[in-house]
């Protein structure tokens, strides 16, 4: 399994994630991808088998906004990530933002699950309070969100949780 971690941030919140995962999966320093200042291309995302895509959140819901141009292009060149393993993570606020809590989350599972790709690491809803989320699917939360701002003390803990979900997941499919 080769693991390719992607990640758009402006503060380095999420890039927290990015390094646990790195360390827990054994992936390469190459291997993770600030979105800003390392992404060029989407081929750089299609040679992976299993991709960690993370972004916080901004504006009203948005992605950070170095995934803006990459998701517009991959739902218009039809970009195929059939086969491919996914996992969203990402920073935001549920008290300042609540009424968009991590929903870039959402944005991304959108395109890259409508583009083929299998989704992994959803976790229950009720494990944050917000009023509302495009991350949220069904009952499901679809990927992993931290929020620094009023819930740091939960964070080592959700992350730590996350990746022994996202193993078993991995491992079972
Ligand atoms: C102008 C502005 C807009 C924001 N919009 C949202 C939002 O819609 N939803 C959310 O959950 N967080 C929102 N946030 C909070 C950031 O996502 C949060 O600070 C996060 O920790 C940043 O993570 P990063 O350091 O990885 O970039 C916003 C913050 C700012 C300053």
């Known amino acids: 399994m080769n693991v390719g971690i992607f990640c758009g941030t402006a503060g380095g919140t999420s890039m927290k994630i990015a390094n646990s995962l790195a360390k827990s999966f054994g992936v390469n320093q190459d291997d993770v991808i600030n979105m800003e200042d390392d992404f060029d291309d989407i081929e750089q995302l299609l040679e992976y088998n299993v991709l960690f895509l993370g972004s916080s959140t901004w504006g009203q819901g948005d992605v950070h906004h170095s995934w803006v141009d990459v998701l ?4 218009s060149e039809n970009i195929d990530f059939s086969g491919k393993i996914v996992a969203f993570y990402g ?3 549920s008290v300042k933002h609540k009424e968009h809590f991590c929903s870039a989350l959402g944005k991304l599972y959108d395109v890259f699950v409508g583009a083929g ?10 494990n944050y309070n917000y009023q509302f989320s495009l991350a949220q699917k069904g009952e499901m939360f679809c990927g992993l969100g931290i929020d620094e701002h009023n819930e740091a003390e939960k964070t080592n803990q959700r992350i ?9 997941e991995i491992k079972e499919g």
Not at 117 to 126: E, F, L, S
Request: net charge negative.
């Open 91 to 93: 920073a935001g606020d």
């Open 117 to 126: 790709a299998i989704p992994v690491g959803m976790i229950p809803k009720d």
């Open 160 to 168: 730590e949780e996350w990746i022994k979900l996202l193993k078993n």
């Open 72 to 75: 517009l292009d991959i739902e």
